[in-house]
Protein backbone atom coordinates (compact mmCIF):
# COMPACT_ATOMS: atom_id res chain seq x y z
CA UNK A 1 0.00 0.00 0.00
CA UNK A 2 1.20 3.33 -1.35
CA UNK A 3 -0.08 6.47 0.49
CA UNK A 4 0.25 10.30 -0.59
CA UNK A 5 -0.89 13.39 1.86
CA UNK A 6 -1.56 16.73 0.36
CA UNK A 7 -3.41 20.08 1.13
CA UNK A 8 -1.76 20.90 4.43
CA UNK A 9 -0.78 24.93 4.34
CA UNK A 10 -0.89 27.80 6.46
CA UNK A 11 -3.96 28.42 7.65
CA UNK A 12 -5.62 31.42 10.74
CA UNK A 13 -7.29 30.16 13.77
CA UNK A 14 -10.73 29.42 13.17
CA UNK A 15 -10.40 28.91 9.55
CA UNK A 16 -10.81 25.46 7.51
CA UNK A 17 -8.28 22.70 5.82
CA UNK A 18 -8.85 19.70 4.42
CA UNK A 19 -6.18 17.08 3.92
CA UNK A 20 -6.64 14.44 1.23
CA UNK A 21 -4.87 11.21 1.40
CA UNK A 22 -4.39 9.13 -2.02
CA UNK A 23 -3.89 5.16 -1.66
CA UNK A 24 -3.17 2.42 -4.38
CA UNK A 25 -1.39 -0.67 -4.49
CA UNK A 26 -3.33 -3.23 -2.48
CA UNK A 27 -5.65 -0.89 -0.51
CA UNK A 28 -8.31 -3.92 0.17
CA UNK A 29 -5.76 -5.08 2.63
CA UNK A 30 -6.66 -2.51 4.48
CA UNK A 31 -8.87 -2.45 7.04
CA UNK A 32 -8.46 1.08 9.01
CA UNK A 33 -7.46 4.31 7.76
CA UNK A 34 -5.90 6.64 10.15
CA UNK A 35 -4.92 10.48 9.92
CA UNK A 36 -2.05 11.02 12.85
CA UNK A 37 -0.08 14.21 13.28
CA UNK A 38 3.18 15.01 15.25
CA UNK A 39 3.83 18.58 16.93
CA UNK A 40 7.31 19.30 17.20
CA UNK A 41 9.17 17.63 20.12
CA UNK A 42 5.96 16.04 20.78
CA UNK A 43 4.88 11.76 20.02
CA UNK A 44 2.95 11.18 17.18
CA UNK A 45 -0.66 11.00 18.14
CA UNK A 46 -4.16 9.53 16.96
CA UNK A 47 -6.70 12.00 15.01
CA UNK A 48 -9.14 9.93 13.63
CA UNK A 49 -10.21 6.99 12.17
CA UNK A 50 -12.81 4.93 9.34
CA UNK A 51 -12.71 1.76 7.52
CA UNK A 52 -13.24 1.47 4.27
CA UNK A 53 -15.94 -1.04 4.33
CA UNK A 54 -18.55 0.45 6.33
CA UNK A 55 -17.14 3.80 6.70
CA UNK A 56 -17.24 4.09 10.73
CA UNK A 57 -15.49 6.63 12.37
CA UNK A 58 -13.36 7.45 15.39
CA UNK A 59 -11.70 10.33 16.54
CA UNK A 60 -9.51 11.79 19.39
CA UNK A 61 -11.31 13.83 21.80
CA UNK A 62 -9.72 16.83 21.07
CA UNK A 63 -11.10 16.75 17.22
CA UNK A 64 -14.31 15.84 17.76
CA UNK A 65 -16.82 18.22 17.00
CA UNK A 66 -14.59 19.93 14.68
CA UNK A 67 -12.62 17.65 12.17
CA UNK A 68 -14.40 14.90 9.79
CA UNK A 69 -13.03 12.16 8.15
CA UNK A 70 -14.23 10.48 5.03
CA UNK A 71 -13.37 7.80 2.37
CA UNK A 72 -14.12 7.29 -1.22
CA UNK A 73 -13.63 4.17 -1.41
CA UNK A 74 -13.70 3.84 -5.84
CA UNK A 75 -11.26 6.82 -6.00
CA UNK A 76 -9.33 5.12 -3.32
CA UNK A 77 -9.04 8.48 -1.46
CA UNK A 78 -9.12 9.24 2.31
CA UNK A 79 -10.28 12.63 3.53
CA UNK A 80 -9.53 15.17 6.51
CA UNK A 81 -11.77 18.03 7.03
CA UNK A 82 -10.50 20.35 9.71
CA UNK A 83 -12.36 23.03 10.82
CA UNK A 84 -12.26 25.71 13.98
CA UNK A 85 -8.60 25.24 13.65
CA UNK A 86 -6.70 26.52 16.80
CA UNK A 87 -2.67 27.00 16.72
CA UNK A 88 -2.43 24.11 18.57
CA UNK A 89 -3.69 21.76 15.89
CA UNK A 90 -0.46 22.88 14.30
CA UNK A 91 1.73 19.28 13.44
CA UNK A 92 2.53 17.52 10.59
CA UNK A 93 -0.32 15.28 9.67
CA UNK A 94 0.15 11.31 8.38
CA UNK A 95 -2.18 8.68 6.88
CA UNK A 96 -1.80 5.99 7.35
CA UNK A 97 -3.10 2.77 6.33
CA UNK A 98 -3.60 -0.53 8.95
CA UNK A 99 -4.21 -4.33 8.42
CA UNK A 100 -6.57 -4.89 11.04
CA UNK A 101 -6.16 -4.29 14.57
CA UNK A 102 -7.08 -1.19 16.63
CA UNK A 103 -7.11 1.89 15.04
CA UNK A 104 -5.73 3.60 17.79
CA UNK A 105 -1.96 3.26 17.85
CA UNK A 106 0.66 4.11 15.98
CA UNK A 107 2.22 1.18 16.33
CA UNK A 108 -0.29 -0.74 14.71
CA UNK A 109 -0.46 1.07 11.34
CA UNK A 110 1.36 -0.39 8.75
CA UNK A 111 1.49 2.04 6.22
CA UNK A 112 2.54 5.61 6.28
CA UNK A 113 2.36 8.75 3.85
CA UNK A 114 5.04 10.90 3.56
CA UNK A 115 2.82 13.70 6.14
CA UNK A 116 1.82 17.19 5.31
CA UNK A 117 2.60 20.11 7.27
CA UNK A 118 -0.80 22.20 8.64
CA UNK A 119 0.04 25.78 10.42
CA UNK A 120 -2.55 27.56 12.51
CA UNK A 121 -1.48 31.40 13.13
CA UNK A 122 -3.28 32.63 15.87
Known amino acids: VQLQASGGGLVQAGGSVRLSCAASGRTFSSVFMGWFRQAPGKEREFVAA????????YYADSVKGRFTISRDYAKKMVYLQMNSLKPEDTAVYYCAANLGSSYYYTDKYDYWGQGTQVTVSS
Open 50 to 57: TTWSGGST
